[in-house]
């Protein structure tokens, strides 16, 4: 079958995409179904397996990609039949174990990622546990892979783990990305207040167009000020984050009393400065957040199924995927970079 591979680890990893015809077939096993891929979308994990996960023996050559949408191919034993022929769009967090504590997620360790620990989407075709996927039914297969995983991460972040209510005000770093604009996506739905933050004017300008209520540029300085102006001094009340490094100093600096900072990676460095002080006494949280559990996964969907969009930013053929892979290394896009296989 035909696959976009990672053939080595190392940076700049669009140099080491390669686009094969002759990848082996896939035969579901037990309880799992083989997808014929209509698209598939990046995120920044994609890079993360191309420059050699930290802590993981990763092989070469594989396929990344942990956003895919497709029609139901093949299906292993134990599998309902009705499977077949089916639209569905994938979860790629499978459960090893059940959570420690109840009514907690499942953590990293007690998680297995498809297009990390195994093969991924960006291929021809991708295999999958039967109880990972949802139907979905007419759904452009495009916009439906550009959903699935930024959206289901930032649901998780705000509704799951910061708890978010209507009308709250909202702070989300890094506008551009998949998952800030999914958490936008999400707020807006809530009719949240939102302050975007971006190194560049334009994409400021891009969700000034979607309906941000304010925007702050960063320039590599302390923006908290220009957060508290905005709020009436007051801050806000959830920082949706996954850039970590410098920008966790404001972050906290911008957070009303009560407030929660939630993050889901650190793409700038994972030990910021920060200020212990201002977190007890302003009574702050700073939570965790990873992927999610199908049934936030059927939440989220919900909302797709209504008519929540994702962001697009562009779409590539699948003979183009280095192409695909340069521009989310360039981190030039707006929104979410799609690869089509049909």
């Excluded at 320039?219 to 959830?238: C, I, M, Y």
Aim: a neutral charge.
């Amino acid at each position: 079958m035909k696959a976009a591979v990672i053939a080595r680890e190392g940076v700049p990893v669009a140099n080491n995409v390669e686009v094969v015809n002759n990848w082996v077939d896939l035969s579901p096993r037990a309880g799992e179904v083989v997808v014929k891929t209509e698209a598939s979308a990046l995120n920044h994990l994609d890079l993360w397996v191309g420059i050699g996960m930290p802590g993981l023996d990763l092989e070469y050559p594989r396929i990344s990609g942990s956003d895919g949408c497709g029609i139901v191919a093949a299906i292993g034993d134990g599998v309902d039949e009705s499977w077949l022929g089916k639209r569905v769009l994938l979860n790629a967090a499978v459960r090893q174990s059940a959570p420690i504590l109840p009514g907690n997620s499942a953590t990293p360790k007690d998680i297995r990622m498809i297009g990390e620990h195994d093969h991924g989407t960006n291929a021809e075709y991708f295999s999958t546990p039967v109880q990972n996927i949802l139907d979905v039914g007419d759904a452009d297969p495009v916009e439906a892979a550009a959903f699935g995983l930024a959206h289901l991460t930032s649901w998780r972040m705000l509704i799951t783990r910061a708890k978010l209510q209507a009308g709250q005000t909202v702070l989300i770093t890094g506008i551009g990305g998949g998952a800030a604009l999914a958490a936008f996506n999400i707020c807006k739905h809530f009719g949240c207040k939102t302050i975007v933050t971006s190194r560049h004017q334009w994409k400021l300008d891009k969700a000034a167009e979607l309906g941000a209520d304010a925007t702050v540029l960063d320039k590599g300085e302390d923006w908290s000020r220009e957060v508290r102006a905005l709020t009436g001094k007051r801050g806000v009340d959830v920082c949706v984050d996954s850039v970590g490094g410098p920008l966790h100093f404001p972050i906290i600096k911008s957070l009303a009393r009560g407030g929660t900072l939630v993050t889901c990676g650190c793409t700038a460095g994972a030990s910021p400065k920060t200020d212990l002080s201002r977190i007890f006494w302003n009574q702050l949280n700073i939570v965790g957040s990873t992927m999610g559990t199908m049934d936030e996964f059927r939440s989220v969907i919900s909302l797709f199924k209504r008519g929540m969009k994702p962001v697009v930013d562009s779409v590539h053929d699948a003979v183009e995927a280095q192409n695909a892979f340069a521009r989310l290394e360039s981190g030039d896009q707006f929104g979410k970079i799609v690869i089509r296989w049909n």
